[in-house]
């Protein structure tokens, strides 16, 4: 099993002025054999505390960020090929088509993104590619989408298929939503 955090849209100190103190502690508590990094960091600070959390840490640039950061990354995961992109400039946001392929683009058959600081879980409509946003890790309003809870992502990678936990802070409580991804030749993906 391969243990990947994953968050962004953090905007400190722009929009938020820090990640919530109970998702502190969720990742700062947390054994991971990568992080990964979506992108909008928007400060060396929170660069320097995200590449604190493991060794294997990979980070995109937000449209935000003015950061020497990479646009996109790549990189494989057992028997995955992953993709880590920021995604702005793909309208309307979120749109699976238009992240399908920047995810072939790459070579990745996961794509990890984020912009639009609203987690989710789910596959472009052929189910060739999985989707994984983990929202915004502070919670910080989006140019134009309404923005949700503090948020962030844990997968566990296993032989065949992924779990995907959701960590929302809502009201000061850690909310939790439990999702399964595997690939045999489509992604199937299901809740609970």
Do not use: C
Request: proline share 6%.
């Amino acid at each position: 099993m391969t243990r990947i955090l994953i968050l962004g849209d953090t905007h400190i100190p722009d929009r938020a002025e820090r990640v919530p103190k109970p998702l502190v502690r969720l990742v700062e508590n947390g054994a991971w054999d990568s992080v990964l990094f979506t992108g909008d960091l928007t400060s060396g600070e929170v660069k320097a505390w995200v590449e604190e959390l493991g060794e294997n840490v990979f980070i995109v640039k937000g449209n935000m960020d003015f950061l020497p950061l990479p646009a996109y990354q790549k990189l494989s995961i057992r028997d995955y090929v992953i993709g880590l992109y920021h995604g702005h400039g793909i309208y309307p946001r979120g749109d699976s088509r238009k992240l399908a392929e920047i995810a072939k683009t790459i070579g990745a058959s996961v794509l990890i993104t984020g912009h639009t600081h609203v987690p989710f879980v789910k596959t472009d409509p052929s189910r060739e590619i999985l989707l994984l946003n983990p929202g915004s890790a502070t919670g910080a309003w989006s140019g134009e989408l309404e923005s949700g809870p503090p948020s962030l992502m844990i997968v566990e990678a296993r032989d065949g298929y992924f779990e995907i936990r959701l960590f929302k802070l809502v009201g000061g409580s850690i909310i939790e939503e439990l999702f399964s991804a595997e690939r045999k030749d489509k992604w199937y993906v299901r809740m609970g």
